[in-house]
């Protein structure tokens, strides 16, 4: 089909580079080609026995069926349960809203909180949707870079591009390229910022308990005189390997959002499937052993990456402090990121996305969730394929 039969919302949107690297990997693989693939988004641990337990256990009973819209009340309870844990915060079901992943429930705050033209910031590197997922909610994506050579805005550099169009603030922590925490002064100013101003603050929080070396992330409640403004948004994905259930949640004081983020859901998929929930509220309920092993592989991985980058020379990276990604700065081989990935899935046979679809070209965003052995073969090959080109000083 033309695209003139597309509506203009189509044309305007790109696909996804990660999933679009997945994909080509993955062809790849299948013509017998010995790719390493370090351009991932999921971990590599099978299920928690408890999700695969609750799965069998709801096939056995062959009731299949729709539940209600914003999540089953078991899970709501595990969520509910978890935000008290990890945020000490108490909330109700109607401050709940269970989506399929940590997408859509981003995606359902947009369509409840944005009007056409109101401004949504977030800083660069920025998770590759959330330009994409602003736009098709009929918002204007307003990136915030950081000073040259850092990875992290800084709150002067955030707030300045606060206007009064300004809707929400969005942040990754850690974030997904650079694997960096914003530090507890910058969170504090945030929630401060988004309440004085009228701004929804919403932290996306997918990797918040894989972080490293004892670290932990800033608790943006402990600062909040009111919460309205306030979204958490998480998932099972990262936390148990659990990307196939696609299941997520966002949690907010703010039971009118929450509850306009369900009519959204209501009138587009109508409610999750029933078996992932089941699965997600046993992996919540049930031990979490899993993610302390799966965060002490990861941080053994990062170890590991950053070792063999060190040999790579005029290779800059900082270390990253959470996630699975590390986003090195390879500048100096090829500025254009998307060149020099082209290059080293063709000459390396080695897959890594291109720092551009994060907002920042020059840099490579390398996976870390792939087996010990991948990022060593993988990072060597990307090493003796960059011995090939010459240095690009500046
Ligand atoms: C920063 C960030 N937010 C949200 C998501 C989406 O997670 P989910 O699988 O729960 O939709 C991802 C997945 O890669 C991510 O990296």
Not at 69 to 75: A, C, H, N, V
Not at 189 to 194: C, G
């Amino acid at each position: 089909m033309s695209d003139f039969m597309l509506s203009r919302r189509a044309q305007t949107i790109g696909d996804s580079p990660t999933l679009k690297i997945n994909a080509l990997a993955r062809a790849l693989k299948k013509e017998g080609k010995p790719i390493v693939h370090l351009g991932g988004g999921e971990p590599v641990f099978p299920a928690p026995q408890a999700a695969a337990g609750a799965i069998i256990a709801k096939a056995r009973s062959r009731q299949i069926k729709y539940s209600p819209s914003s999540g089953t009340p078991e899970l709501k309870d595990a969520v509910a349960k978890y935000t008290l844990t990890h945020y000490g915060q108490q909330v109700r079901p109607e401050n709940i809203i269970v989506s399929s992943g940590a997408k859509q429930a981003l995606f359902n705050f947009l369509l409840a909180a944005v009007n056409e033209g109101d401004e949504v910031l977030f800083p660069a590197p920025y998770w590759v949707s959330y330009p994409e997922m602003v736009k098709l909610a009929g918002g204007k994506p307003v990136i915030v870079r950081p000073a040259q050579g850092r990875l992290l805005v800084s709150f002067e550099e955030l707030s300045a591009a606060v206007t009064d169009k300004t809707k929400a603030i969005l942040l990754n922590s850690p974030n997904n390229p650079s694997g960096l925490i914003f530090e507890v002064d910058f969170i504090k100013q945030v929630v401060q910022l988004a309440e004085q101003k009228h701004i929804f603050l919403v932290m996306d929080d997918i990797y918040h308990q894989l972080v490293f070396d004892g670290k932990t992330c800033p608790n943006p409640y402990a600062y909040s005189q009111n919460a309205d403004h306030l979204v958490i948004v998480n998932g099972v994905s990262k936390l148990y390997g659990l990307t196939g259930l696609r299941i997520g949640w966002a949690v907010s004081q703010n039971s009118s959002l929450i509850s306009a983020m369900g009519r959204m859901q209501a009138q587009s998929t109508s409610c999750n499937s029933d078996l992932s929930e089941a699965a997600a509220a046993a992996a919540l309920t049930g031990s979490q052993h899993c993610v302390e092993e799966l965060r002490s592989l990861l941080q053994h991985n990062r170890d590991v990456l950053m070792a063999e980058l060190e040999q790579i020379p005029h290779v800059c990276v900082q270390k990253p402090q959470g996630t699975f990604y590390s986003f090195a700065d390879f500048g100096h081989y090829n500025p254009d990121s998307q060149a020099l990935a082209q290059y080293l899935l063709e000459k390396a046979l080695v897959a890594v996305v291109p720092g551009q679809a994060f907002g920042m070209d020059g840099h490579l965003r390398i996976s870390f969730c792939a087996s010990e052995d991948s990022i060593v073969e993988g990072v060597r090959r990307i090493k003796r394929a960059l011995e090939n080109l010459p240095i690009k000083e500046g």
